[in-house]
């Protein structure tokens, strides 16, 4: 671990249920209690846990498609989830009672998105164009006025903003690598001050945007960063997702050395604050596939990784790594 923050694994915290089991994790949201809500793939559901990582309750069974993708809390205290299965953002309770979807379930926007494309770079090559809400939604975020910012990611290349009570305000991006387009934008998150920051994944930046999307900066230290969190002191957190050997870049071209998943912590300013991963990254403390991140009030982090779909299936992973860890600071 470098920088000037350190942190410690804790182990075994996580009191996962009998008979549950999550062989990917895509998200983990913090309530205002630091109750910890970890949102699974596959077996999709929502875990809650006590800051202790006793296990309260869960919920979703037969509500997700099994690709659910993220998870975070709005300003009211209600849970919001993407699903990129059925093209769709939903707003829950925090104990799962359904207030409102984004989307028409199961129809896809036009983007000229082609799954059948070939491989993950394939398919984000096929857009041809930003399209409306949704076509396979990635992140959503909550701004302080309670507007919903919505990334659009594996079949689209935009970012849709939303007024409370769901109305389409507006939308932008396009697919591409300069500034304001996207390849892959896979979290978003909205600043105290309205500023909005997208994890554009496939072009390895955070890009800065104001509350109506006008291009303000980029971050370029970054690598494939799939989630976004910020701190009550302003720091930022970062899971950023392993490049394989034979992978393909939109901006680096073929990866010829492997480059091990890391989380980082980084200053307002960008400085890198911590910054841990690498090659032994089924050991505990060590990432395979991190995908989603989420920070208490004592800073602690908790990092979910889609290690089965990720590690498990592409990168020779055996099945029943780690999936979801939690990370205390010192």
Not at 139 to 155: H, R, S
Not at 206 to 219: A, C, H, K, N, Y
Not at 245 to 268: C, Y
Request: net charge negative; glycine share 14%; charged share 20%.
């Amino acid at each position: 671990m470098s920088g000037e923050l350190s942190y410690t694994l804790v182990e075994n915290w996580e009191k996962l249920p009998q008979g549950f089991k999550h062989l990917d994790c895509v998200g983990a949201g913090i309530d205002a209690s630091d109750r910890v809500y970890v949102i699974t793939r596959m077996d999709a559901r929502v875990i809650v846990y006590e800051p202790d990582g006793s296990f309260v309750t869960a919920w979703g069974e037969g509500i997700f498609t099994p690709r659910t993708h993220c998870i975070k809390f709005g300003p009211d205290g209600s849970v919001y989830a993407a699903d990129d299965g059925n093209h769709t953002i939903r707003k829950f309770t925090p104990d799962g009672k359904l207030l409102m979807t984004l989307g028409t379930p199961g129809v896809a926007s036009d983007t000229g998105y082609n799954p059948n494309a070939g491989s993950g770079y394939d398919k984000l090559a096929s857009i041809t164009h930003g399209g409306p809400p949704f076509n396979r939604p990635t992140g959503v975020a909550l701004a302080p006025n309670g507007e919903i910012y919505v990334c659009d990611g594996y079949g689209n290349a935009r970012v849709h903003r939303f007024s409370a009570d769901g109305t389409l305000i507006q939308s932008w991006g396009e697919p591409g690598t300069k500034p304001g387009q996207f390849n892959l934008p896979h979290d978003v998150w909205v600043m105290p001050d309205g500023r909005v920051m997208v994890a554009d994944r496939e072009n390895d930046r955070i890009q800065f945007f104001s509350p109506t999307g006008e291009f303000l900066d980029q971050w370029t230290h970054v690598q494939r960063p799939t989630g976004l969190a910020m701190d009550g002191d302003g720091l930022i957190y970062v899971s950023e997702l392993w490049w394989r050997v034979g992978q393909k870049s939109f901006v680096h071209g073929p990866i010829t050395e492997d480059r091990p998943g890391r989380v980082s912590v980084l200053a307002p300013d960008g400085r890198v604050l911590a910054r841990w991963g690498g090659p032994n990254r089924t050991d505990p403390g060590m990432f395979i596939a991190p995908h989603g991140i989420g920070v208490d009030s004592h800073g602690d982090i908790y990092v979910a990784e889609v290690t089965e779909t990720f590690g498990v299936k592409g990168g020779g992973i055996l099945s029943g790594s780690h999936s979801f860890q939690k990370f205390a600071r010192s």
